[in-house]
């Protein structure tokens, strides 16, 4: 949800401050384009914010002995479920408003897939470390004993 209104409210600032800045001198019919594109940014970003705000807390993990489990979705609820075993390798993904807010996104790799099999966020960074941390562990552990 942060995401969300940094992004809308990111938009905005750069439309509103094309609008304003005094080098180039846009037309009354320009003007009105970007008046109907900051009218629609905003609308769109407070349909994301709401989206997200309903939606957001309905994601879920399991972690479990031998695998992990991920649900998210408000109208396509999807569930993913990847044994540790096929797990080739784990990424903890922070972007500068997660590091800001002290966030992580946890990334889990299958073994033969090029992209992440599904990502954990929101997850508070010493979370992700720890969760990250045990399923090395019991990878390595169900691998070699």
Avoid at 111 to 126: M, N
Avoid at 135 to 144: F, G, R
């Amino acid at each position: 949800m942060l995401m969300a209104l940094v992004w809308g409210l990111s938009v905005f600032c750069v439309l509103f401050g094309s609008r304003l800045q005094p080098l180039v001198q846009f037309s009354d019919s320009t003007m009105d384009i970007f008046e109907m594109i900051m009218v629609v940014n905003s609308l769109l970003s407070l349909l994301n914010i709401i989206y997200h705000f309903f939606a957001d807390p309905i994601k879920q993990y399991a972690l479990r002995e031998q695998d992990v489990h991920f649900k998210s979705g408000l109208f396509f609820r999807t569930w993913t479920s990847q044994p540790i075993l096929r797990i080739q390798h784990i990424e903890l993904k922070r972007g500068p408003i997660e590091r800001w807010a002290g966030l992580s996104t946890l990334q889990v790799f299958s073994a033969g897939g090029g992209a992440h099999t599904f990502e954990i966020p929101g997850l508070a960074h010493d979370d992700a470390i720890r969760l990250r941390q045990y399923i090395l562990d019991h990878k390595d552990a169900n691998t070699h004993g």
